[in-house]
């Protein structure tokens, strides 16, 4: 099975930073990580699909980029509403297996 | 719109048997491509995949779990079955049903999830 690691666990930030989640991967998952966003007490949100392509209605402000088996989540200006926990998944091979979380808290 | 929603008991003893049930609608899971997985997340913990169930009848299970899961589906009633056996208070987690759409094993739609606790 892939592993994927997140870095950091958890960060703290002001509205209007720019934040940088990384996602390592234990082999090559040639661009196949999304991202989600969780906020407490509900269910994840899909933001990101393989490496780059945003959902829709997902702003702007989140960014995702990398190749192999290292990625990024980036969140420009960060806004109240993105204070959540975000994780990643790979999806080339099976099980399709998670990050363990990101916590985005207000600082 | 696609929507899941799951349902089924709130708490289970040791060593019984969970079903859950997710109810889905906007979607059939005869469409090619599509599928229906179940992921669990215990308290304060990450996200684990447990079970994911193809239009084309193929199942795929987390290995490690595999001797106690079983993922089956009513076409007819746009419902798809969880079993998790030999329940243990390890397993007290919130289950969620999502939706795979596309060619790979990414999850664009979630149900809220039901939380489920195992204790005598």
């Known amino acids: 099975d892939i592993q994927m690691t997140q870095s950091p666990s958890s960060l703290s930030a002001s509205v209007g930073d720019t934040v940088t989640i990384t996602c390592r991967a234990s082999r090559s998952i040639s661009g196949y990580l999304n991202w989600y966003q969780q906020k407490s007490g509900t269910a994840p949100k899909f933001l990101i699909h393989t490496t780059s392509t945003l959902q829709t209605g997902v702003p702007s402000r989140f960014t995702g980029s990398g190749s192999g088996s290292d990625y990024t989540l980036t969140i420009s200006s960060l806004q109240p509403d993105d204070f959540a926990t975000y994780y990643c998944?790979?999806?080339?091979?099976?099980?399709?297996?998670f990050g363990g979380g990101t916590k985005v808290e207000i600082k | 719109q696609i929507t899941l929603k799951e349902s089924g008991p709130t708490l289970v003893k040791p060593t019984q048997t969970l079903t859950l049930t997710c109810t889905f609608s906007g979607f059939s899971l005869s469409t090619s491509g599509t599928g229906v997985a179940w992921i669990r997340q215990s308290p304060g913990k990450a996200l684990e995949w447990l079970a994911l169930?193809?239009?084309?009848?193929?199942?795929r299970y987390l290995s490690s779990l595999r001797s106690r899961l079983a993922i089956s589906e009513d076409t007819s009633k746009n419902q798809v079955f969880l079993t998790l056996s030999n329940m243990d208070p390890a397993d007290t987690a919130t289950y969620f049903c999502a939706h795979r759409g596309g060619d790979d094993d990414a999850f664009d739609v979630w149900g809220p999830g039901t939380m489920v606790t195992v204790s005598s």
């Open positions: 998944q790979q999806s080339y091979s099976s099980p399709p297996t």
């Open positions: 169930g193809y239009w084309d009848g193929d199942k």
